[in-house]
């Protein structure tokens, strides 16, 4: 019923930047339910847990970890979720999703993109 696409992942040093995108595909009427839109991280050994999260109430929650450095965004026209992160650190370093909850429905993940930073 939707589908998640994430995109833009890759190696990069230590202070870089890297944007990702999740285009959400599906039926309209699927789509206009979403009420929460965000974007999660799994390090090797850890948990997965939420970088940036989007309520559809006209702000977005960052991790303590990346506030400052990343900025969530999202293009409605497009469907399209985006990440922008700068100065990259190591820590940095994991797979991330993309991930939507619709209303009635539930939570539908991305297949994940894999960031890496180099020091």
């Known amino acids: 019923q939707v589908q998640l696409v994430e995109s833009g992942g890759g190696l990069v040093q230590a202070g870089g930047s890297l944007r990702l995108s999740c285009v959400v595909s599906g039926r309209l009427f699927i789509i206009n339910r979403i009420n929460f839109m965000g974007w999660y991280r799994q390090a090797p050994g850890k948990q997965r847990e939420l970088v940036a999260g989007d309520g559809m109430g006209g702000s977005t929650d960052y991790a303590e970890s990346v506030k400052g450095r990343f900025t969530m965004s999202r293009d409605n026209a497009k469907n399209t979720l985006y990440l922008q992160m700068n100065s990259l650190s190591p820590e940095d370093t994991a797979v991330y999703y993309c991930?939507?909850?619709?209303?009635?429905?539930?939570?539908?993940w991305g297949q994940g993109t894999q960031v890496t930073v180099s020091s």
């Open positions: 991930n939507v909850l619709i209303n009635n429905l539930g939570s539908y």
